[in-house]
Antibody, heavy 119, light 110 residues
Framework: QLQLQESGPGLVKPSETLSLTCTVSGASISSDDHYWDWIRQPPGKGLEWIATIHYSGPTYYNPSLRSRVTISVDTSKSQFSLKLSSVTAADTAEYYC???????????WGQGTLLTVSS | QTVVTQEPSFSVSPGGTVTLTCGLTSGSVSNSNCPSWYQQTPGQAPRTLIYNTNILSSGVPDRFSGSILGNKVALTITGAQADDESVYYCVLYMGSGLWVFGGGTRLTVL
């Protein structure tokens, strides 16, 4: 059974860089047919797709966040990560990691981790 | 910039049928957008209901169904139950690896 577990600092200061990690268990992160995603949800608001990575390297970014976001994968640790630079209060959100299948909108979600930006 | 549109809110009577839609501010939704639907209750992660227009996710009751409706995609709930009261999100694949979520529809069952 696939499990996705997000981890992060919980609180970051404005202008800093946030780093989040998703640990994958119960399935191989090195699957040709699957892609790994970060999605966020500000409190009381809707979902926003942030970025996607395939274990072999290709990355895809939300154009509105591209200049501040880096997604990466560490197959040896079965983890993928998100870095978001120059954070502001607008980046306060629940951050979900997810997996989707090639050519499919079937996203499998982690439970999420709350990231608050505050001084 | 193309935006994915959903009704902000909808209500349905218990046992009734409701159809929520997901569209684009420019153009029509098609199967190539891999339209998918998620249900979210407060404090929980989203749950996949329907993916690729009309494929029911594992464990989801068959009173949920998906279809193309004109230039939009639709989620229909037949025989609504109290625990269907949730926020429903659609997502569309826009090509080049990019996904866009709709703003969500808050469904009230009363």
């Amino acid at each position: 059974q696939l499990q996705l577990q997000e981890s992060g600092p919980g609180l970051v200061k404005p202008s800093e860089t946030l780093s989040l990690t998703c640990t994958v268990s119960g399935a191989s992160i090195s699957s040709d047919d699957h892609y790994w995603d970060w999605i966020r949800q500000p409190p009381g608001k809707g979902l926003e797709w942030i970025a996607t990575i395939h274990y072999s390297g290709p990355t895809y970014y939300n154009p509105s966040l591209r200049s501040r976001v880096t997604i990466s994968v560490d197959t040896s640790k079965s983890q993928f990560s998100l870095k978001l630079s120059s954070v502001t209060a607008a980046d306060t959100a629940e951050y979900y990691c997810a997996r989707h299948t090639r050519d499919s909108g079937d996203f499998y979600w982690g439970q999420g981790t709350l990231l608050t930006v505050s001084s | 910039q193309t935006v994915v549109t959903q009704e902000p809110s909808f209500s349905v009577s218990p046992g009734g049928t409701v159809t929520l839609t997901c569209g684009l501010t420019s153009g029509s939704v098609s199967n190539s957008n891999c339209p998918s639907w998620y249900q979210q209750t407060p404090g929980q992660a989203p749950r996949t209901l329907i993916y690729n227009t009309n494929i029911l996710s594992s464990g989801v009751p068959d009173r949920f169904s998906g279809s193309i409706l004109g230039n939009k995609v639709a989620l229909t709930i037949t025989g609504a139950q109290a625990d269907d009261e949730s926020v429903y999100y659609c997502v569309l694949y826009m090509g080049s690896g990019l996904w866009v979520f709709g703003g969500g529809t808050r469904l009230t069952v009363l």
